[in-house]
């Protein structure tokens, strides 16, 4: 009974340790029994595979770590107690076999860096202890036997990191290309030029970096807030330091992918050099977050800039793809001057958008010629696309699947998945963050084939990348914690198969955070947080249930608004919440001790003699945020800081009729909209109530004008409105929609958005 038990927990614990490799291997084939790494063991290159040597080296030091001991590499084919690097010509570029039996390991693949890959799976397959620092000279070091056959999805698995907003350190640097290559990715975009700062030294352009590195002062809070700290922010690298970077990124199998911005993001430059500019007027290097109105000039001198700073980029960068930007350049500037007015003319350019096309593509006939490849963001479709440009997909995947069907490589990089500068849980309980909600569930749905592209268009999908901008990302900590784990998940995207079952990658990924542990890494904990799914019962109350994608801790909550602690009510799945009266549920994951392992969720609900009832809209609305078609009369209220259950109508006013189901006495009418003019959603101009006992003659019992603040953030506005004394069948509500909008606004003259959100009677 005994040997069972200990069986049963060893193979326990191989299975669990197998499951958890990320990405997930295209196929694993647990065999019968283990190896163990001893005082013994060798490893052994073969004669044939000598340019494995110094992937076989990464192991030997890592294995030196642990049992403190010199580890030498010898030559040989085959033998036990080894780790055997082999040469197989017929495994893909990046792919790799790996073989555990009782005698020996053997990582076959055709390159070097397929066997950089088999031994990553390796390491994952050992305890977690194998990533740390220091490491007990006694770790057992045993892994299951088993096969491992695996390749990518895809050639290109990247992140991007903005240095212009933030400067982070070169040891920082190192540190995510140590933890981009435990998962497999390959590409290390940097965005090293921005309106706020220019982090490249470029030594026939000394300015760039006496001037345009620093800035006189950064915002502090949140952009609405137009507040600054006062203080000089700035730094730079040597390009001394950006090449011992892309040496010890290629050790990984990791590309530095530089970013050179133009021509829009271009301040610093200006700053530096302003003759770069329309006008030639000074600048200073930019303070405010934002797309910046001063930009490159089209002209020879910018050129000339451009291609010398080109010229030393590809010397420090050895990338075949070289980032050129090209996103948000406003065209005012070049509206303005006569000279790009002229330049139009002169080249046959119909409007500003071709002038950026002319810019791009003199850029590109550049870069191609020393026989590298440009790279920029979907803008640069804008004005017609540059033979040899491949697109980077930011403004979801419109602009990846456009390249791709005029057979334009494509890394796909959506603001709706891969934009890791999200929260990625509620805001009320999360850092300062720009703005969105991307929890790391959506970011591991990205699938990055359009249903819309033929076999043969999706070939030109390369693959994809997570983007970090950084204007509220000022320190390494923060980084991780924005990065991690949902870069992991865009690892995974890149590199296993389609198939995705999330529950599956959450066990993995549970084990994946020890191996973080580790490596230091302050990733976030939203993960674990407590997602709620709320149904109603007979009598039409929500009844409110919560889960945790870490089904052994303990829920805890409270009912008050004030936050859980271990002591907060325990949620059962046995036990459902029905939802009685007005609540503001706050729930967070504890381990058995106490210890509150997630971060705070909550959400408001509002019970009154509307929650439930049916209603009919006379305008259909363009999108129910949230998916809940009731979202009106649900019970649960729209929260400001996430679509969730926002019903919005572009253009069309709210013409709401709701059937209590009998005469019913109401004296109170709550409804709530969602004010946010950047995302073009305003206030309702005015709005009108009706009483109906027939649903065909309407009696108006309350006529408002509103106007209600226009402000550019996401804010709700919550309006009780007082009816007096009414009694009927049927409400009607209309809230007028605030129509075009307004001069001044990035969208003037387009409709608005009008969002609703919880309408209650009392
Ligand atoms: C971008 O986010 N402006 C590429």
Redesign the pocket.
């Known amino acids: 009974m005994k040997l069972i038990i200990s069986l049963l927990i060893s193979v326990g614990c191989f299975a669990q340790n197998t499951l958890s490799i990320i990405p997930k291997p295209q196929s694993i084939d647990i065999g019968k029994g283990k190896f163990s790494i001893d005082e013994n063991t060798q490893i052994a290159v073969s004669s044939d595979n000598t340019e494995a040597t110094a992937v076989a080296e990464q192991l030997a030091i890592r294995l030196k770590i642990i049992k403190n001991r010199p580890i030498e590499i010898v030559s040989a084919n085959s033998g036990n107690n080894k780790i055997l690097f082999l040469k197989n010509s017929k495994i893909a570029k990046e792919g790799y076999e790996l073989r555990v039996s009782n005698k020996n390991i053997t990582i076959e693949a055709s390159n070097p860096v397929g066997h950089f890959y088999g031994l990553q799976t390796l390491l994952q397959l050992l305890p977690s202890e194998i990533f740390g620092a220091s490491i007990q000279p006694n770790l057992n070091l045993s892994i299951p036997a088993c096969t491992i056959k695996d390749e990518p999805r895809f050639e290109y698995r990247g992140i991007m990191l903005d240095l212009g907003r933030h400067f982070f350190s070169i040891e920082f640097l190192k540190k995510m290309v140590d933890v981009m290559a435990i998962n497999k990715m390959n590409t290390f975009h940097i965005h090293l030029t921005e309106d706020q700062g220019w982090r490249i030294e470029i030594k026939k352009y000394p300015k760039l970096t006496e001037i345009g590195s620093i800035r006189k002062e950064s915002m502090v809070g949140h952009y609405r807030d137009q507040k600054y700290d006062g203080t000089p922010y700035g730094g730079f690298y040597t390009q001394d330091q950006m090449r011992d970077l892309v040496a010890y990124a290629q050790r990984k199998f990791i590309t530095i992918v530089p970013e050179i911005e133009m021509p829009g993001h271009a301040l610093a430059a200006l700053a530096s050099y302003p003759e770069l500019g329309c006008t030639g007027e000074q600048f200073e290097v930019g303070t405010k977050w934002g797309v910046e109105p001063r930009v490159f000039c089209p002209n020879e001198k910018t050129f000339s800039f451009l291609e010398d700073v080109l010229t030393e980029i590809m010397d420090i960068f050895p990338s075949q793809y070289i980032h050129i930007g090209g996103?948000?350049c406003p065209k005012e500037a070049w509206k303005k001057s006569d000279f790009c007015q002229n330049l139009m003319k002169k080249e046959g350019l119909k409007d500003e958008h071709e002038l950026q096309s002319y810019f791009i593509r003199r850029i590109d006939q550049f870069v191609s010629s020393k026989g590298r490849k440009i790279i920029g963001?979907d803008e640069i479709l804008e004005g017609g696309l540059s033979p040899n440009a491949t697109v980077m997909s930011?403004r979801g995947v419109e602009g990846g699947i456009a390249a791709a069907k005029q057979k334009h490589d494509v890394i796909m990089s959506p603001?709706s998945h891969m934009y890791l500068d999200y929260y990625q849980a509620n805001p009320s309980t999360e850092p300062l963050a720009i703005g969105g909600l991307l929890p790391i569930e959506k970011t591991y749905s990205f699938e990055p084939f359009s249903p819309e592209l033929t076999t043969e268009e999706a070939k030109y999908i390369k693959g994809v990348q997570a983007?970090l901008?950084t204007e509220y990302v000022a320190t390494p900590e923060y980084a991780e914690y924005m990065l991690f784990p949902r870069a992991i998940a865009t690892a995974e995207i890149g590199w296993s198969d389609k198939t995705k079952d999330f529950e599956d990658f959450s066990n993995r990924l549970m084990q994946h955070f020890k191996r973080l542990d580790q490596m230091a890494v302050n990733y976030s904990k939203a993960f674990y947080n407590v997602s709620f799914t709320t149904e109603k019962n007979s009598l039409n109350q929500p009844v409110l249930s919560m889960s945790s994608n870490d089904k052994n801790g303990v829920i805890r909550y409270t009912i008050d608004g004030t936050m859980p602690n271990s002591k907060s009510f325990e949620y059962s799945p046995k036990n459902k919440i029905t939802i009685g009266g007005d609540r503001n549920i706050s729930a967070a994951l504890f381990s058995k001790e106490g210890n509150m392992i997630s971060t705070i969720s909550s959400k408001s609900y509002t019970i009154s003699k509307s929650t439930g009832k049916s209603y009919s809209l006379g305008t259909e609305p363009k999108k129910y945020f949230g998916g809940e078609k009731m979202a009106l009369t649900n019970g649960i209220r729209g929260d400001e800081n996430s679509n969730d259950p926002w019903v919005g109508f572009n253009g069309g006013n709210l013409d709401f009729t709701l059937d209590f189901g009998q005469k019913t006495s109401f004296s109170n009418v709550s409804i709530g909209f969602l004010g946010a003019a950047t995302a073009w959603i305003m206030p309702p101009k005015s709005l009108e109530i009706f009483t109906s006992d027939d649903n065909k003659t309407f009696k108006s019992i309350k006529k408002m004008d509103l106007g209600l603040s226009t402000k550019n953030e996401s804010f709700v506005q919550q309006l009780n409105i007082s009816v007096g004394t009414a009694n009927a069948k049927y409400l009607k509500i209309v809230a007028e929609n605030y129509g075009k909008l307004p001069i001044g606004h990035p969208g003037q003259g387009s409709p608005s958005w009008l969002f609703v959100d919880e309408i209650s009677v009392k």
């Open positions: 996103d948000e963001w930011w603001n983007n901008w």
